[in-house]
């Protein structure tokens, strides 16, 4: 069975500076999507990023950007210029190619430090 | 993206009520999902809501407990039945569209039983 690991439970960051957050992962599957999810206090999950695992380049969307190292089974995100707005749980994800279920980590609480 | 929402917001029931759970999209989607979030705890898959048939359960979970229904392309109903206080979470629907394997996710129900 897949599991998803988030081994930080909680990360603090100053404003303007950058952050990385944790993520593993165990599969037998090959072909794959993991995915980091955001969830502010008001409760609303909202996409961050997407990252296909047949893709080597690493997926990037604006200040967010994916360190996926495949043959470790790691998928870390990188926030950069942090923002009091990035404040939220940070959950990811991997859903197997052809079954659509997401298997999401415990989550992670970052805090962003005026 | 799909824009989606869930009614009730919230709601205080009492032991041994049930609750039903609307959730509506904005436009027709392939594969609707219901999760479970206990207080400061990840997302837990429900079921897989599949229109024109019965819902399929993950393991852990049952149709006497969760009747869920999905008449349409863009709604569904799940019901949490015979409450009990540990039933107390937040109940959140998620929608797939296309091929994307990207899910959107409702503003989710928080369910307080006393």
């Known amino acids: 069975a897949q599991t998803v690991t988030q081994s930080q439970p909680e990360m603090s960051v100053q404003e303007a500076e950058t952050v990385t957050l944790s993520c593993t992962y165990d599969t037998s599957e090959s072909d794959y999507y993991l995915f980091w999810y955001k969830q502010p206090p008001s409760r609303q999950m909202i996409l961050v990023i997407r990252?296909?695992?047949?893709?080597?380049q690493n997926a990037t969307e604006n200040r967010f950007s994916v360190n996926f190292q495949k043959a470790a089974k790691s998928f870390s995100l990188k926030i950069s210029d942090s923002q009091l707005g990035d404040a939220a749980m940070y959950f990811c994800a991997y859903s197997t190619s052809g079954t659509y279920k997401y298997i999401f980590g415990t989550g992670t609480r970052l805090k962003v430090l005026a | 993206s799909a824009v989606i929402s869930q009614k009730p917001s919230r709601d205080i029931c009492q032991r041994g009520t049930s609750l039903t759970i609307q959730c509506q999209v904005d436009?027709?989607?392939?594969?609707m999902f219901w999760y479970r979030q206990q207080p400061g705890q990840s997302l837990t898959l429900i079921a897989t809501?599949?229109?024109?048939?019965?819902?399929?359960?993950e393991s852990g979970f049952v149709i006497d407990k969760f009747p869920i229904s999905r008449p349409n392309l863009t709604f569904s109903t799940l019901t949490v039945s015979n409450l009990s206080p540990e039933d107390s979470s937040i109940y959140l629907c998620?929608?797939?569209?296309?091929?994307?394997?990207?899910?959107?996710f409702g503003p989710g129900t928080r369910l307080t039983v006393t």
């Open positions: 809501a599949n229109q024109g048939s019965e819902a399929t359960y």
């Open positions: 990252q296909e695992a047949y893709k080597q």
């Open positions: 998620s929608v797939v569209q296309g091929v994307s394997y990207e899910q959107y």
């Open positions: 436009s027709q989607v392939t594969m």
